[in-house]
């Protein structure tokens, strides 16, 4: 079975430009979330997104945007890029999990690493 | 602001030895967790969950929680030099903040042959 599919894999842009990122769950998986990673630091949470409603956002500026479309897969929009969002941007897609936990176990697709100059 | 604290390392281990990964947490309410294998350059790969307090076995890894003492640990028995990665504990959050994971920085583990 696929795992997480992101793309694109590897993304040069400048100062003030917009990028989308894409991500496609595995199959059955209704829950995706978005990470951004920075060099020697564990990931940190952006957006969760559930039946294509957003369930939770992290500490991010209004420049992050995401979606979930009817099939799952999902978009991470970053406008007026700065510097400092050179990172490796991760998808991770989740079963709806007992009890009503949404993040239960979450996998990781390979990631986007987007660097900013 | 809830955190996650690991050992940053590196630790280093010899081949076949036991290697111990120990992670602190801060939110009480946390009921699941999480630790993730990441080679360099590449995504974090889940390896083991745990949910109740005492140890769970997977092959040569074992989870161990204690959620009175907010600590959650991960061993690696007969270290192979495979397993040189960095490992990232990572807490769910509690009540409405359940979406979401809080990772630590991860602690680098090298096994010398």
């Known amino acids: 079975d696929a795992g997480v599919t992101q793309s694109p894999t590897h993304l040069i842009k400048t100062r003030g430009q917009h990028v989308t990122l894409r991500c496609s769950p595995i199959?059955?998986?209704?829950?995706v979330s978005w990470y951004q990673q920075v060099l020697g630091q564990g990931p940190q949470f952006i957006f969760q997104?559930?039946?294509?409603?957003?369930?939770g956002r992290g500490n991010f500026p209004d420049r992050f945007s995401a979606r979930q479309f009817p099939n799952y897969s999902s978009e991470l929009n970053v406008n007026a890029l700065l510097l400092g969002d050179s990172a490796l941007y991760l998808c991770a897609s989740s079963l709806e999990g007992a009890g009503g936990s949404f993040s239960y176990e979450q996998y990781f697709g390979p990631g986007t690493r987007l660097t900013v100059t | 602001q809830k955190e996650v604290e690991q050992n940053s390392g590196p630790l280093s281990v010899p081949e076949g030895a036991i290697a111990s990964l120990n992670c602190t947490y801060s939110d009480r309410g946390s009921q699941s967790f999480f630790w993730y294998r990441q080679y360099s350059g590449k995504s974090p790969e889940l390896i083991m969950f745990i949910y109740s307090n005492g140890d769970k076995e997977d092959g040569r890894f074992t989870a161990q929680l204690n959620k009175a003492s907010q600590y959650v640990s991960l061993l690696i028995r007969d270290s192979q030099p495979s397993d040189s990665a960095t490992y990232l504990c990572?807490?769910?959050?509690?009540?409405?903040?359940?979406?979401?994971?809080?990772f630590g920085k991860g602690t680098l583990l090298t096994v010398n042959p």
């Open positions: 990572a807490v769910e959050g509690s009540g409405g903040s359940n979406y979401k994971l809080t």
């Open positions: 199959s059955g998986h209704k829950s």
């Open positions: 997104y559930y039946e294509k409603e957003e369930r």
